[in-house]
């Protein structure tokens, strides 16, 4: 597996976008992105994949990002970029119900952006 992560990397396209610091959120986002197709190739029930990769995953995954946010140092408008790609993903497949998990995230970046402020 390690292999073929290499061998990604050393695209030269890959490379070259990796340079960017802000590349990171960009990843996540697109694993948010793409994990629900993923799932409903794998016949994942409904009920699995709202519960554990919906709310558990990809809200550590939001919380991961609002930590990058602030660790990076970027504009606080980075924290639009993941619930925005989750919902245009979510959109042509899957409920309307799920939209309100971009809200969540959005929530949850936030929390990630206060690192261990929450209480001030």
């Not at 994942?44 to 554990?52: D, H, K």
């Amino acid at each position: 597996m390690r292999k073929i992560g290499d061998k990604i990397k050393n695209i030269p396209i890959i490379k070259k976008l990796n340079t960017y610091q802000w590349m990171p959120l960009i990843w996540w986002s697109i694993l948010v992105a793409i994990l629900p197709y993923i799932s409903s190739l794998l016949h994942v029930s409904i009920v699995w994949r709202e519960g554990i990769l919906f709310m558990i995953i990809n809200s550590l995954i939001a919380y991961h990002v609002g930590n990058l946010i602030l660790k990076l140092k970027l504009k606080k408008w980075w924290l639009l970029l993941l619930p925005i790609i989750f919902c245009l993903a979510i959109l042509p497949k899957f409920a309307l119900y799920n939209l309100m998990f971009g809200l969540i995230y959005l929530i949850i970046e936030a929390f990630g952006l206060m690192n261990k402020n929450i209480y001030r």
